[in-house]
């Protein structure tokens, strides 16, 4: 096969006068691509933005064991290490008095009442703190239970556990069902694109068929007959794929303000092992949106996404339908 | 191109050795042997469903033969790879009864259109397609459209077309199978003053008439067997 630029212009010229020779099959072609990556778009970001949401909950479960009044800090700093021995605990955090003090008055800064109040008590009243993470959120009643146990029963005041894990139970069944929905959905559009592609590019055959048998007879190489019927379907998906990304841009341009309203500092993934290593990736990616606000780039990411699917989806018809009908 | 075909002829154009076509159990050619030497002009006559349409489609590469062996210009067309078929169909030009030009392009576009697809540069096709419409009378209608043109006026566009590739052999397939006699004579004779230009001519007709004017070699063909070989000045009668 040798393929001067010549030939390779006339390829990509004649490809472009058949789309636009049959505009209506090719927009109905292009339409029923376009609807194929709106759905898988959406439901694409609905995954992402529920599975951030998870991801964001997940990390504000934690457990804090508030010590009595007294107890001094080389005592909680004891049972810290004691603490971070258990192999089902993964980090634990020691929040001074002081520091306690001072994080109380940054989030009530603007409450001067009770900051009056605190000053005119002049002694800390808040406790040293320790804020336990554990490794998987099944370990956390077991924790809870041990800290509430006699052996602590002397130096822990109050243990506060919030169980999350009903609600964050309740949010991976939405996201197993977009999954699930999501698979189903798209793999329907996708037979249904196929189909449509399959149809228009052998109608166009079928109208080229004269022109087709001539080439054969002139000594035209078989590339050279496929060729403009692989740029027709090429056409469909850029097409679909620059409306498709057009049609999302409103949502895309408020990704960081969902995110960001989700889980303003972004995720910590060092926390999440057991989401999988996929998901991992997307709650990093997010946390760079979230934090730079750079939305271009995804857009221009996720364009690129769309259009390797429609050129998958448009060549494996054009393909077929050449198979069959193109006896080259 | 992994086959030349444009070596110079120590050998035959064409050679048949015991060629057998089946279609299914029915015999369209039946042990064919057939020497068609560079140069010749040859006449191949018989009843429509003889096998002379399937000769050719061998001689092309359009369909494998059964038995027997065919030889293009030296070539074993056994060995020829289909995607290597284009480049042979390149050397062989094709005419037909039916025409086939391209409707919506003119007589130049329509020759433009041969070149174009084996990949020459359009100013070498805007120097050459002129020179062709001249060979074969029709430099004054380069822009008139297949529709605005007679029968022959047609067939010989088609005969430009397929001279294009300048090839070393011509199949024409009942080039005057539609036209009245004055068009096909005129074809005819374009055929002739090509051949005389050094390109070898196989002409498949049932017209005895025709064939009988021009005294060149004749082959019959009847029932996939050859069944008469005249030499020179040949003659057909049905």
Redo the contacts between chains.
Sequence with gaps: ????T??FY?IIRTGFVNFWRNIWLSMAASSVMIVTLIILSSLMLMFVITNYSVTSIRERVDISAYFKVGVTESQVLRIKTELERNNTIKEVAYISPADALKDFRDVHSNDENLLDSLDELGDNPLPATLQIKAKTLEDYPAIDTELQSEKYADVIDKVNFQDNRLVIERLNKILRFIVIFGVVLTVIFALIAILVIFNTITLTIFNRR??V??????????W?IRGPFLVEASIYSIAATIITTIALIPILMNLPEIFQYIAPNGVNNSFFGNNGFATALVNDYISNIVTSGHITLNIILLMFGQLIIALALSVTSTMLAMRKYLKV | MSVNFTQKHKHEMITFENVTKLYGKAKALNGINLDIQPGEFISIVGMSGAGKSTLMKLIIGEEQLDHGKVLIDGIDMSTVKSKDLPYLRRKIGIVFQDIKLLPKRTAFENVAFAMEVSGHRKDKIDKDVPKILELVGLLHKKNNFPHEMSGGEKQRVAIARSLAHRPVLLLADEPTGNLDEVNAAEVLELLLKINELGTTVILATHASDLVNKINKRVITIEAGQITLEQATKGKYKL
Excluded: H
């Design positions: 096969m040798t393929i001067n010549v030939t006339r004269e022109e048998e001539i080439m054969r007879l002139v000594g035209a190489t078989n050279y």
